[in-house]
């Protein structure tokens, strides 16, 4: 069964710094592209990041570029996104989701893990 | 704002069909992009329903379809049952922003 299992989420203040995790299983994690999704309380989703096979190949939401990084560890089967200068505005269950289909924009995200709560407040 | 525009909500009967609108622009839907339709069930993961503007994941109801035509898609949903009672978003890749947007979603409300 393929499953994603994210954890790190938390309350962090405004200003600092998070890393969220997520682990992969039943399927070849490293022939997969992979992405971060999120969703702000009782809003609705916003595509944040996502990291192709090629660690350096990266495409980012523009509110993010800069402060986020998302990496992978293929030995591990695990994908991360580091998260820095955290602001109000990024507090949201963030979803780990593999990207399906051809290696191309035409891709859609399937599965989605359970989500982790990310809250920036003082 | 998001980028593609649906309906905030729609509501049906049970056994009615009903249709989720995604309206796009040439940066996007128009340029020939697929669009992709999740269905979010209350307190649960997004789940994906359709892919390809047309294809149905295996283990999703034929009860589901959905089409594309210039700037727009649409998700139908026919005989419709309680169960079906969720928020749904469409998805594509928009070409002027390099990257992948969502609808801001509809709320499905089966009376």
């Known amino acids: 069964e393929v499953q994603l299992v994210e954890s790190g989420g938390g309350l962090v203040q405004p200003g600092g710094s998070l890393r969220v995790s997520c682990v992969a299983s039943?399927?070849?994690?490293?022939?997969?592209?992979m992405s971060w999704v999120r969703q702000a309380p009782g809003k609705g989703l916003e595509w944040v990041a996502t990291?192709?096979?090629?660690?350096?190949?990266?495409d980012y939401v523009d509110s993010v570029k800069g402060r986020f990084t998302i990496s992978r560890d293929n030995a591990k089967n695990s994908l991360y996104l580091q998260m820095n200068s955290l602001r109000a505005e990024d507090t949201a269950v963030y979803y780990c989701?593999?990207?399906?289909?051809?290696?191309?924009?035409?891709?859609?995200?399937?599965?989605w893990g359970q989500g982790t709560l990310v809250t920036v407040s003082s | 704002q998001s980028v593609l525009t649906q309906p905030p909500s729609v509501s049906g009967a049970p056994g009615q069909r009903v249709t989720i609108s995604c309206t796009g622009s040439?940066?996007?839907?128009?340029?020939?992009?697929?669009v992709h339709w999740y269905q979010q069930l209350p307190g649960t993961a997004p789940k994906l329903l359709i892919y390809?503007?047309?294809n149905r994941p295996s283990g999703v109801p034929d009860r589901f379809s959905g089409s594309k035509s210039g700037t727009s898609a649409s998700l139908a949903i026919t005989g419709l049952q309680a169960e079906d009672e969720a928020d749904y978003y469409c998805?594509?890749?928009?070409?002027?922003?390099?990257?992948?947007?969502f609808g801001g979603g509809t709320k499905l409300t089966v009376l």
């Open positions: 998805q594509s890749y928009d070409s002027s922003l390099s990257g992948w947007v």
């Open positions: 989701t593999r990207v399906s289909g051809r290696k191309g924009a035409n891709n859609w995200f399937d599965p």
């Open positions: 990291l192709k096979q090629n660690e350096n190949d990266k």
């Open positions: 039943g399927f070849t994690f490293s022939g997969y592209w």
């Open positions: 040439s940066s996007n839907i128009g340029a020939g992009f697929d």
């Open positions: 390809g503007n047309d």
